[in-house]
């Protein structure tokens, strides 16, 4: 992370010289507006062309007893072109004031697009800095399969989840898997309440008028859907993992009892995982518990996954911690990529149970191709409706192909390069495309790159055939 951190801010360094150069050349660049949407072969309109978003800077106060967010985000962003325009993806809220390098700029809405117009054009190359103040009630999303995303409320609060798009129910912003930045999020509740982020928590201070502030700092690259707001009465557990990875667990005091057995071993985890995956790719490890039958699905959001309720069973903790690696650190390029995040996380679940007493994963790619639910509960799912790595549209990136399938992919080609070859194959993925983005090309071209194996048989009936391999 750190000389991916150190290339981000030389590149920042060397736009600045230019844009000075720019400047003193004198000049008139013409801008062009940016695009309103990044061509997501499943989410289209996700995301804004024109720029690339470096820092998300977000001060948002809540109050969980009307509901309402007073919301202000800096946005830090490099120009990719000259820019006359550029979107920002916003749901619902009002906005109230922008400004672009502290210059007052013209903004209108369409649909979930907040075009902003600067005073004056942006340079190809520029870094430039935007505030955005906005307020409202934020609001859940339907996704095209059914599931709720966005701003939940949870009873005593709420909390922001984001995969894919509901990211911008709660702040403006390029929401697009493909656009990854650092934040710094600070939520300020009324006095009695947690408050809960992505990363470490920097401070927290009364701010004398009755609430406490909690400022939250990412320092590793985040993809918007990841990012994460919890405002609740949580139980808030400190600890380390053996090798020092901070961890933070909030959880709803009546899913204490529960949770403690499943979080129990999540700082082993981390461990486990670094051994198998390579070095855990951020500072903090924890977890967020929402109160019971208030989501209907676990994220892994950034550094702390959202559980909705007590976790069922550990499983459910190692996959979403197995994302930190696959989907968080090596994001997609696309949301047609999602067995990257899935396929992996499920497979890393097998993994843990063939190093921890249960059955190997061999066992368990048997169990599915015989639909035996003695070994895998799921092994009598639709696992082979749909190739993994083309889902047939929006409503099935999350069906059970892109989870099983996508699994029995990595299986398959462990079967094919050995124990040897295969780990490492693991482990260089996630350490070559850290804090990066990867699309299934990139893997398919890696996979083969790194073993020295032909795994074109693999990708055509596994990952890409129609059909039931057997
Ligand atoms: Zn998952």
């Known amino acids: 992370m750190e000389p991916r951190a150190r290339s981000r801010l030389s590149v920042t360094a060397a736009a600045v010289l230019l844009a000075l150069t720019a400047a003193c050349t004198g000049g008139t660049v013409q801008g062009r507006p940016g695009a ?6 499943y989410f289209p309109k996700a995301g804004n062309g024109g720029y690339q978003v470096e820092h998300y800077a977000l001060d948002l106060d809540y109050d969980p007893a009307d509901g ?24 619902g809220l009002r906005v109230e004031d922008v400004t672009v390098q502290g210059a007052a700029a013209r903004f209108n809405r369409t649909g979930n697009e907040l075009t902003v117009r600067p005073a004056e054009d942006l340079k190809k190359g520029e870094v430039f800095r935007t505030e955005v103040d906005y307020a409202g009630k934020p609001k859940a999303l339907a996704d095209p399969d059914g599931s709720e995303e966005g701003w939940i409320t949870t009873g005593d609060g ?53 609430r406490t502030e909690f400022a939250w700092h990412s320092p590793e690259p985040m993809a918007s859907y990841l990012a994460t707001a919890a405002v609740g009465k949580y139980e808030v557990t400190k600890g ?30 981390v461990e486990w995982g670094s051994g198998r995956f390579g070095p855990y790719p951020f500072s903090t490890a924890g977890a967020i518990v929402l109160p019971g039958g208030t ?21 459910l ?53 015989a639909g035996d639910t003695e070994v895998d509960a799921e092994a009598d799912s639709d696992w082979a409706a749909f190739p ?10 999350s069906g059970s192909p892109v989870y099983q399938r996508g699994a029995m992919v990595l299986h398959r080609i462990r079967q094919e390069v050995g124990d040897e070859k295969f780990f490492a194959l693991l482990r260089g993925w996630a350490a070559d495309h850290r804090h990066g983005n990867a699309s299934t090309a990139d893997f398919t071209a890696y996979a083969e790159r790194k073993t020295g194996h032909d795994l074109k048989k693999v990708w055509d009936v596994w990952l890409y055939g129609e059909g039931r391999p057997r």
């Open 36 to 41: 309103a949407g990044l061509r997501d072969p």
């Open 68 to 91: 309402q967010l007073n919301g202000t985000a800096v946005i830090t962003a490099r120009a990719e072109q000259g820019l006359s325009s550029f979107n920002l993806d916003l749901s």
């Open 158 to 210: 709420a909390v922001g989840v984001g995969e894919p798009v509901g990211s911008m129910t709660w702040f403006p912003g390029n929401h697009h898997p493909s656009d990854k930045a650092t934040y710094d999020i600070t939520l300020t509740v009324p006095r009695g309440y947690e408050a809960v982020s992505n990363g470490e928590l920097r401070s927290r201070s009364d701010t004398g008028d009755g």
């Open 240 to 269: 380390r993992t053996p090798s020092g990875v901070a961890v933070y667990n909030a959880v709803a005091p009546e899913e204490a009892a529960l949770s403690e057995g499943p979080l129990a071993r999540l700082p082993e985890m």
């Open 295 to 315: 989501l209907a699905y676990a994220l892994e959001t950034q550094t702390k996954p959202v559980y909705p309720g007590a976790p069922a069973d550990e499983e």
């Open 317 to 369: 903790v190692l996959h979403e911690l197995a994302h930190q690696w696959f989907g968080n650190s090596v994001s997609p390029k696309s949301w047609k990529d999602m067995w990257l995040n899935e396929g992996f996380a499920t497979y890393a679940e097998w993994l843990w149970a063939e190093d921890h007493g249960g059955h190997t994963a061999q066992a368990r790619f048997e169990a599915f191709l």
């Open 388 to 397: 993994p790595a083309a889902p047939p549209g929006p409503e099935h990136i």
